[in-house]
């Protein structure tokens, strides 16, 4: 771990395991979350959601409802008040409320507000809705069949305010983005190869479950202003959103962010705020709509996807060449499923050095309920076919796992995509120390037990755009402006660090304040790991302002250039002088008062920061795992996860290895239990965590193995780039190579003890995916 | 409004909440984590799963944990009811909380009062828990974010720190 960079002359609060700034709060339940609020007046709403995948509303009788003392309103989507009824970040498909025809079971039909909750669900009870049922296309086989019906006129849909992925040109269909690249020639590359390993492979549609449900509070001032609080990660482009939807200024809507009780993606970009908002506005009054489970899990989702791999090599295993075709199911409506799409393409071929590659992915609709972001989406879903393949192609050629990808990973400074940016890491390193973790050279414990290993690139970071703002205070004390939601990752306690670091404070003067759009200034979104380096760099540009403007003032002050004084311990020196903090700023203003105003931007160094010129930085998507399955049961037991954090810098190293341990718990969940079950009707079948099963304590592995690796390579503060979605998908991955060094080849995900002992118990010859040797 | 089969006349429930007594009047139905939440303000146990899956919503009942989402306020007449408001005491955190504090078993806290009150209950049963005990008792908590090691790691330091005490913050 050497680094290649110089260090800061300081390091007092940075590259320490400073402790949250929220830990107390949290402990003693005094943080307060969204459904925690209750402003005079509220009243409560709850959704009426459609029984059908596919079908004509044909009536909404409400009467009943509306007559139920204690009901405030009832909004269907005939009466919606909103000057546009049609949202969607990507594509403006969604409809606040069904219009005339719902596309998936649990889709919002009618909205009541009621004085309090269990008004509310009766008078639910008394609507009544006749449908005419509509055929459904509930898988993407079914979606893309020449007879499926449309679920959108996609010719005719408008582009959201943030697709950010080009020009749509749709074909009218159930397809609604189309990614694909092609580098080389890939015909060529197939012909000339010694090996070719093909294989389709199933990945589940995953539900993130953060345990806190989608909870929303909205309420409106007049006609023209409105207020939301809500448990969003990206308030800002849920503001812009709410504009758009009421034809307002954006300063006139003001989304305020309490804690989150976590997202790993289920609520970037906007969930339940129109649904909300419009109810509030229809009602004259506060409105809550807080998601049970079963509502937040069709509410978003990860997507299902299908794919088709096959690779190339030469017979001392050289990687020649990858084709990819992949479907990823998105649901009713596209969400964030573009961006999934165009994310899973980049990470489909994984960072090898490939002659050619050939790339098509695709997002389908089908009637079932939306999906969008979650967690290290895109790498989750392919990396584990490519790597599957990687090995199997090593098998044949006669090398490990190691020795393939120490022979053919990208090194640092080569190009991964055209155009994008290049490779910012030191993947062979990288692998190594997952080898040491997995002690790669030992004999493996007897039984049926695999060692795998995994390595792929996510393109992190989003759009490069984020600002703070640094007050200090008369006392000398900082007070950080920042909008980057706190989720649980620790955002706010590493920007502590980075303002205390940066105006030589001690942690306790300063203090974070963040999450509402009318005070706080601009941050772009929070999730793709950027709040670090992205967010975490417009502070510390905001602090050395400040910095620079106390320099100045004390330049005055002691009569001497700038350059010969220095910040430290909340006092600007020169030589064994010093004057603390609040007496330049007395003296600045001639008073006990005042206050210096810092600010911070971060924005595109060149071109316009699009998806295609980026990414910001490469997350490495890495992991090893070694697994042990019960012949008898299929039961699958991870004895042991190695994550590598490559950072470039750590700035809280405790923090890092928390996102590191909860992605890898993340990455045994959707590898091993997760998924949701939809029939042949679109209903989903496990809608609660009884029939869901994420990790319990009791799943963790035996032994977890996390190291940090800091290069100094990152674009953010300090030499930082962003942690926290590399392990999920790098452990998923792994486990999946690892049951294939057990002899144990799997295709769909997640490995559940079913399709684990079927595998075990399918003869040799016919196992999928072994894929045919040529010549 | 007026009684009726779907409406029952309110019933008084009797309780002692964080050692003090509570006596209000409550619909016959009422859901316990409601009446914590909506009617007393204690809204540190939270609504999650509503199955008795996720223990976000734990509070101690006589000592013992319950799924305050899936209990009647009815049952918890005549008995203690603890949240997680009333752990800290004049002289600070409990040292369960300040465990999980140090030990950075947090992230983003929705899960939080209701380990460490599965954890206070764990311990006033079994002061030293092996990793498997710790694992069986606990299974009725999920976090999503910590991956469980370092709750793990702070349910062994609050053990550590609570023999320290020899067992004095029970009564504190």
Known sequence: MSAIATAPPLLTAIGHDAPRIDAVAKVTGEAQFAGDLRLHGMTYGRLLRSPYAHAHITDIDTSRAEALPGVIAVMT??????????????????????????????????????????IADEAITLIDVAYEELPAAVTIDAALAPDALHLHDVVNLRPGLFHGLGDIHLEPGNVCYHHAFTRGDIAQAFAGADVVVEGEYTFPAVYQYSLEPHTTVAQWTGDDE????????HPFLVRAELADLYALPVAAVRVVVPYLGGGFGSKSYTKMEPITSALARKSGRPVRIANSVDESMVTTRRHGMKAWLRTAATSDGRLLAREVRAWFDTGAYADNGPRVVATGADAAPGPYRWDAVQVDAWGVY????????????????????????????????????????????????????????????????????????LNWETPKPAGIVGRGMSVGLLAAGAHPVSTAIVRMEADGGATLLVSSTEVGQGA?????????????????????????????????????????????????????????????????????PEEALTVRSGAVWHEGESIPYPDLIKAHFGMVGG????????????????????????????????????????????????????????????????????????GIGNALLEEMLFDETGTLLNATLFEYHVPTIADMPDTFVSNIVENADGPGPYGAKGVGEGALAGI???????????????????????????????????????????Q | ?????????????????????????????????????????????????????????????????????????????????????????????????????????????????????????????????????IEDFLGGNLCRCTGYWNILDAVADAAVRLEATNGQSETS
């Open chain 1, 77 to 118: 989507g005939r009466d919606l008040p909103a000057a546009d009824p049609y949202y969607g970040h990507a594509l403006k498909d969604r409809p606040i409320l069904a219009i005339d025809r719902v596309r998936f079971v649990g889709e919002p039909v009618v909205a009541v507000a009621a004085q309090s909750p269990a």
């Open chain 1, 226 to 233: 409105l207020t939301v609080w809500s448990s969003c990660q």
């Open chain 1, 366 to 437: 089908t009637n079932t309920s939306p999906a969008g972001s979650y967690r290290a989406f895109g790498a989750t879903h392919l990396q584990w076919c490519g790597e599957l393949q990687v090995d199997e192609i090593a098998r044949r050629c006669g090398l490990d796992a190691l020795q393939i990808r120490e022979r053919n990973l990208l090194h640092r400074g080569e190009s991964v995509r055209p155009g994008g940016k290049p490779l910012d890491a030191d993947l062979i390193g990288d692998i190594r120390k997952v080898a040491v973790g």
């Open chain 1, 492 to 560: 706010r306690t590493v920007f502590r660090q980075i303002v205390a670091e940066e105006l030589a404070l001690p942690l306790e003067q300063v203090r974070v304040l963040g999450g509402d759009t009318g005070i706080t200034p601009y941050d772009r979104s929070t999730g793709a790991s950027r709040s670090t380096t992205i967010a975490g760099l417009a502070v510390l540009r905001a602090a050395a302002d400040i910095r620079s403007q106390i320099l100045s003032i004390a330049s005055r002050v002691f009569d001497l």
């Open chain 1, 595 to 666: 206050e210096l105003i810092g600010h911070g931007e971060v924005r595109p160094e060149r071109g316009s920061g699009s998806y295609a010129e980026g990414p910001v930085f490469w997350e490495v998507c890495i992991g090893g795992a070694e697994v042990a399955v019960d012949a008898e049961t299929g039961r699958v037991t991870v004895n042991k996860a190695v994550s590598i954090a490559d950072v470039g810098k750590a700035l809280n190293p405790r923090l890092v290895e928390a996102q590191e341990m909860g992605g890898a718990m993340q």
């Open chain 1, 732 to 774: 998923a991955a792994a486990i999946a190579t690892a049951l294939a060094d057990a002899g144990v080849r799997i295709d769909t995900l997640p490995a559940t003890p079913e399709r684990v002992w079927r595998a075990l118990a399918a003869p040799v010859v016919g196992r999928v995916n072994e894929g045919e040797s040529v």
């Open chain 2, 1 to 133: 409004m007026r009684a009726s089969a779907d409406h029952p006349a309110p019933i008084l429930l009797e309780t002692t909440v964080n050692r003090r007594p509570v006596s209000l009047e409550i619909e016959p139905r009422a859901i316990l984590l409601d009446v914590m939440r909506d009617n007393l303000g204690l809204t540190g146990a939270k609504r999650s799963c509503d199955t008795q899956v996720c223990g976000a919503c734990t509070v101690l009942l006589d000592g013992s944990p319950v799924s305050a989402c899936c209990t009647l306020a009815y049952e918890a007449g005549g008995r203690e009811i603890e949240t997680i408001e009333g752990l800290a005491g004049r002289h600070g955190l409990h040292p369960i909380q300040q465990a999980f504090v140090d030990r950075v078993a947090i992230q983003c806290g929705f899960c939080t009062p209701g380990f460490v009150l599965a954890t206070k209950a764990l311990l006033a049963e079994n002061p030293r828990p092996t990793r498997s005990e």
